[in-house]
């Protein structure tokens, strides 16, 4: 088997020097040069990507500049084959291929031989299943793939709706089996990875003296030009440092001043962040998380991050932590873990302090009406709710309560095992206790129980770790008590799955919001008190479920492991 083509990869922060560098070893060794920068794809933006010049370009040969329109973004899963190509060619003429931008996900995808389905959502598709779902439960769809692909039903959770249907539009998609994401085998190049890293202040001189040049050499009539031919500065291709700001300015929502100042300390931030670990503390009602912007990182141990950077003594402290990745079929996607390192599906808190991070960070537009972010339990829409430029709260719509036993799952005994409907009020022994509880997924497990006592007064440390891991919970469970108010809405406390008992939890409000409905207690919008702060739930008994609360940011650090 031929070896195989040799690559070099120069990576970096911005400003650091990547693309002289890359040009010293094109000339020096015959090489040529491949863009791993996704903003230097685009026509029309020049100045504000440092693009290499025409010079530069005469003295070595680029590869993938220029390719696209900023109105017609490129995906990671069209970028890679475009790369993969561009190596080959070069290599075929016996030149050496040299790897060069600063866009993480770009490289390491292709170094670690990432496969990215070529196969575009089909929504048409994703709606018949979605029906499906909701009629015949996640199980069945899981049957229909392990019938026609069982190598990938091992590979999926039976209980992840969102996993199945991808791999079943993939399925009928190109008619042959194919893993959704996955790092080839064996490395695709031998590849040798020149890392250029410089002290922070040096460096953000350098950025800022470049940044004064990208003015002097015309940015700011570059971003008139775009501006006039239609494009939202902030926006898609264009959320890019420099873009952003200059676009507000031309819309009058800061002077010029401000303008330049801004680029220059987010392209400090963005350096801090790659070049370290940044991270932001943020909570909904008291439900804390850690966020990392994780889009330019490679793959790492995330729950054995989580549980350091989650621990109140020894770390930051927080019920967990939330990643912000790029996504092939939302604005985002989000990943949650618990403070124990255990992946949640999806998180009614954290997803709103997600759509405020990435709002007010510019990572989606700075005015965004909604945004939609990809998680495990399946696309999630949140509208934020401003003060100014602030988002303050959100309202969520959390999707389709999940009722049946093999959606939660929970495993009971085969009478009702294998009901379609909702379990309510089922009667669990954890030690010497009795409850009745009623099961509700919203992507996660819940077990909800109503008391009569107020809930303060409740043991929920000895009983909660105990339905936690009740053997009927084959991935274990969240639990949440409930006391009924003398105004009909509801005192409540959580044990968290993975975190223990957390301040307030969003899936869980929206799991009490369904199982009080369900036994008459209350009708379709309920306040739910949580020691962190009242949740807003609101169910009409068949749709979606709509979460609606705070979201608020705390601090911002750097992370040194
Ligand atoms: N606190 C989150 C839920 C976390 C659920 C997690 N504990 C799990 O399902 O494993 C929320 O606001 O929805």
């Known amino acids: 088997m031929a070896a195989p083509p040799n690559l070099i990869a120069v990576v970096g922060p911005t400003a650091v020097g990547k693309t002289a560098l890359a040009i010293a070893l094109a000339r020096r060794f015959d090489g040529e040069i491949v863009n791993a920068d996704s903003r230097q794809v685009y026509t029309c933006m020049d100045i504000g ?87 015949e439960g996640a199980g069945a769809l899981w049957q229909e793939l392990r019938d026609k692909d069982p190598d990938r039903a091992a590979t999926v959770d039976s209980q992840n709706p969102r996993r199945i249907i ?133 793959e790492r141990d995330w729950n054995d991050l989580s549980r350091a950077i989650s621990n109140r003594h020894f770390g930051v402290g927080g019920d967990g932590l939330i990643l912000v990745m790029e996504s092939d079929v939302a604005d985002l996607k989000m990943r949650m873990f618990n403070s124990d390192g255990s992946e949640g599906a999806m998180c009614g808190n954290g997803i709103r302090c997600f759509a405020k991070y990435a709002i007010e960070r510019g990572i989606v537009s700075s005015s965004a009406q909604q945004v939609t972010v990809d998680t495990l339990a399946g696309v999630r829409t949140i509208v934020p709710h401003y003060a100014g430029s602030t988002v303050h709260s959100a309202r969520v719509s959390m999707g389709l309560p999940r009722l049946a036993p093999s959606e939660i799952p929970v495993d009971l005994d085969p009478a009702i095992a294998g ?87 969003g899936t869980g409000a929206c799991a009490i919001g369904v199982a009080s409905r369900l036994l008459g207690h209350t009708g379709d919008r309920v306040a739910v008190s949580l020691p962190g702060g009242t949740l807003d739930i609101e169910w009409d008994g068949a749709g979606e479920v709509y979460l609606e609360g705070p979201a608020a940011e705390v601090f911002s650090g750097v992370w040194t492991e």
């Open 166 to 298: 991808r791999a079943l539009e993939i399925l009928c998609a190109t008619g042959n089996p194919v893993d959704a994401t996955g790092k080839s085998p064996a490395p695709p190049y031998r590849c040798l990875v020149l890392g250029l890293t410089a002290d922070r202040i040096p460096l953000y001189e350098r950025i800022d003296a470049r940044f004064d040049s990208m003015m002097a050499d015309g940015l700011l009539d570059e971003a008139r030009r775009l501006d006039a031919a239609g494009y939202e500065l902030g926006s898609g291709a264009l959320s890019g440092v420099g873009y952003t700001e200059l676009g507000q300015y031309l819309a009058d929502a800061m002077t010029l001043d401000e303008a330049v100042s801004r680029s220059k300390t987010r392209t400090h931030r963005l350096v801090r962040r790659v070049a370290t670990m940044e991270f932001t503390k943020m909570h909904g009602a008291g439900n804390d998380y850690v966020y990392v912007d994780a889009r330019a990182m490679p």
């Open 49 to 135: 990507t440092a693009k290499p010049t025409p010079a530069e370009r005469r003295s070595a040969r680029h590869h993938l500049i220029d390719i696209r329109q900023p109105h017609s973004p490129i995906s990671l899963g069209e970028y890679l084959p475009l790369a993969r190509e561009s190596i080959e060619a070069i290599t075929a003429r016996g030149k050496l291929p040299i790897l060069c931008g600063g866009t993480g996900q770009y490289v390491w995808a292709l170094i670690e031989g990432w496969e990215v389905p070529r196969v575009p959502p089909d929504p048409a598709f994703r709606a018949r299943l979605e029906h499906r779902l909701a009629a």
């Open 419 to 505: 009901q379609t409907g909702p379990v309510i009020n089922y009667a669990v022994h954890p030690g010497d206790f009795r409850l009745f509880l009623t099961f509700v997924s919203m992507g996660n497990p819940h077990a909800v129980t109503f008391i009569d006592q107020p809930v303060e007064e409740f043991p929920l440390h000895n009983i909660g770790p105990l339905v936690e891991r009740h053997p009927i919970f084959p991935d274990r469970v969240n639990f949440e008590i409930v006391n009924i108010r003398e105004d009909g809405n509801l005192d409540a406390r959580v044990w968290e799955r993975g975190s223990g008992e957390t301040m307030a939890c």
